[in-house]
């Protein structure tokens, strides 16, 4: 029987046919915190992507999402809205293996603190910089690094934020 292939993206885009059995589980969550017509990203190389990342072992999704908003923007946030799953081919910056991620998206609230950058990692602090309140009518003009529709899924946590 043949083996199944999906099709993984690097950071530029880049794609590469993957055996199906090679790749490496990676579930995921990141929130999406608004302040009137702002939202907060975090500055990676020349983009833009969503405080958040991988969840460890034994952890639930809402525990991994405080920790990594506060990692990345030194701000602590309570989850509020599912806004979406999806999923994501892509190959891992730092390990060069294939993931098969499963990305969560939710609404964040209640943020406490001040935006910094002194809980990330010696990594991050490689392609990080401190993260930015960006002007929803901006998005389309910034690069995202993602496997996402980021405007698209802005759009959507906006509107479902405004209803509030």
């Known amino acids: 029987m043949k083996s199944k292939t999906v099709i993984c993206e690097d950071i530029n885009k880049k794609k590469f ?3 199906a059995e090679e790749l490496i589980f990676r579930p ?11 939202i907060l990203l975090s500055k990676q190389w020349d983009g833009y992507d ?31 809205k599912l806004v979406t799953v999806a999923d994501s081919f892509f190959i891992s910056i730092e390990s060069r293996k294939s993931l098969q991620g499963i990305l969560i998206y939710y609404i964040c609230k209640n943020p406490r603190g001040r935006i910094s950058m002194a809980n990330c990692d010696v990594h991050e602090k490689i392609y990080m910089s ?3 309140w960006i002007n929803i009518k901006d998005i389309r003009k910034i690069k995202f690094y993602n496997g996402v529709d980021s405007v698209k899924l802005i759009k959507q946590a906006y509107a479902m934020f405004k209803k509030k």
């Open 17 to 19: 046919k993957i055996k």
């Open 28 to 38: 995921s969550v990141y929130g999406l915190l608004f302040k009137g017509d702002k």
């Open 130 to 132: 401190e993260a930015e």
């Open 50 to 80: 969503f405080p958040g990342g991988g969840l460890k072992k034994g952890e639930l999704i809402a525990e991994a999402l405080k920790r990594e908003f506060w990692e990345e923007t030194g701000l602590r946030i309570m989850p509020d």
